[in-house]
Every structure is written in structure tokens, then in C-alpha cells.
């Protein structure tokens, strides 16, 4: 079974710091999706950031960037100057369209706290 | 384009109720999907909707049930309910096989 791991429970920055949240994912599948969602106070999960398996090239979506290491199925996202606004539990999500359609698989999440 | 949309946000409800949690696509978003978040479990999926057909099931029991209308509109229900269906269910929803965006989700409470 596919399973996704979130090896940081909590994590803090300073504002203004960068930070990286870990995740690593068990497939053998090789077509696959990766995600990262981010569930501020307010609960709605908001999409950070997504990665195709068969891109070499990570993703980056301003100040988020993932480093996707698929032979060793590590998938970390990086944020840079980290605001207080970025203080939120984030999810790592797999999917793989061929065996699961849309049903998305999610590690247990990271806290992550910004300081001022 | 407007968000997924759900509704109720908030349910209080007795052991043995059944209860509706209903959810709007995004426009034009053929698939919808059902997570159950709890703070022990994590997030759980519970079903994907596709076209008006169950296209994938999660582990859970069949006091759980959901469909989906020619709108894309979805609706999932929950028989008999338990204490330990006290949960945040959110609803998810994307144009095909690809990112899926999320609702608001709505707070379920069983007494």
C-alpha cells in the first residue's frame, strides 16, 4: 500500500528564515502526483505546491519550492522568507491516477510555527 | 471562478441520527472526492464521484454513502451515526484525474 511519512511533527522559523518540512512516500508506481497542502486555524486546505512524477524539474510557486528526489522517493518543501502568515499544519499528499483515480493519500502533517 | 462550496459548516447531532453533507464543485469539475480528517486517524479518503459514479471507495462502513447529480453536485450521508464519527469532513473536487481543490469543510459533532 502507498504510504506517505512525515518524520517532523513540529517545526519553527523566524520570520524572514527558511525553512524545510520533510516527506517521504513507499510507491511502485511510476506515474504518480505529489503534493503539498497547507490547513491554516480555519481548517480549509489550500494547495502550496505540485509535483509530477515524471518531471525532473521541481516545482516552485514563489517563495515554496519542493526537492523531489524520486529514486529515493523524497519529496521536502522549502519555504523562503517565511512569514507569519505561513503558520499552518501542511500536508504531503500522494496520488497515482492509474491505480487510485483521484483518491489522495496524506502523511500525518507538519506544524509549522513562524516566530516574529 | 468560485471555490468549492459546503454546506452546512457546522452539524450537532445524537448518536442513532443520520445526517447530509452536501458539496459544490468548483465549475466545470466533473470529480468529487470525501476526506474525513480526525485528530486521530488523520486524514481519511471515503469516496471519489466521477460523472455520477462511485469511482473509488475507502475503508469505511456502509453507514457511509454518497452520490453525485448530473450537476456534479455531491452529497454524501452517514446512517446510524457513532460518536467516533465526530470529524471535519472536507470535499474536494477537480476537472478530471488531476489537483484537487478543497472546501471549507463542515464540523460534524455527534453527542
Known amino acids: 500500500a502507498q504510504t506517505v511519512t512525515q518524520s517532523q511533527p513540529e517545526m519553527s522559523v523566524q520570520e524572514a528564515e527558511t525553512v524545510t518540512l520533510s516527506c517521504t512516500y513507499d510507491t511502485s508506481e511510476s506515474d504518480y502526483y505529489l503534493f503539498w497542502y497547507k490547513q491554516p486555524p480555519s481548517r480549509q486546505m489550500i494547495l502550496v505546491i505540485r509535483q509530477e512524477a515524471y518531471k525532473q524539474q521541481n516545482a516552485t510557486e514563489n517563495r515554496f519550492s519542493v526537492n523531489f528526489q524520486k529514486a529515493a522517493k523524497s519529496f521536502s518543501l522549502k519555504i523562503s522568507d517565511s512569514q507569519l502568515g505561513d503558520a499552518a499544519m501542511y500536508f504531503c499528499?500522494?496520488?497515482?491516477?492509474?491505480?487510485?483515480?483521484?483518491?489522495?493519500?496524506f502523511g500525518a502533517g507538519t506544524i509549522l510555527r513562524v516566530k516574529s | 471562478k468560485a471555490g468549492v462550496t459546503q454546506t452546512p459548516r457546522y452539524l450537532i447531532k445524537t448518536r442513532g441520527q443520520q445526517v447530509t453533507l452536501s458539496c459544490s464543485p468548483i465549475s466545470g469539475h466533473r470529480s468529487v472526492s470525501w476526506y474525513q480528517q480526525t485528530p486521530g486517524q488523520g486524514l481519511q479518503f471515503l469516496f471519489e464521484y466521477f460523472s455520477e459514479t462511485q469511482r473509488n471507495k475507502g475503508n469505511f462502513p456502509g453507514r457511509f454513502s454518497g452520490r453525485q447529480f448530473s450537476n456534479s453536485r455531491s452529497e454524501m450521508n452517514v446512517s446510524t451515526l457513532e460518536l467516533g464519527d465526530s470529524a471535519l469532513y472536507l470535499c474536494?473536487?477537480?476537472?478530471?484525474?488531476?489537483?484537487?481543490?478543497f472546501g471549507p469543510g463542515t464540523r460534524l459533532t455527534v453527542l
Open positions: 499528499a500522494y496520488t497515482s491516477p492509474m491505480e487510485y483515480g483521484n483518491k489522495l493519500v
Open positions: 474536494a473536487s477537480s476537472y478530471f484525474t488531476d489537483t484537487q481543490y
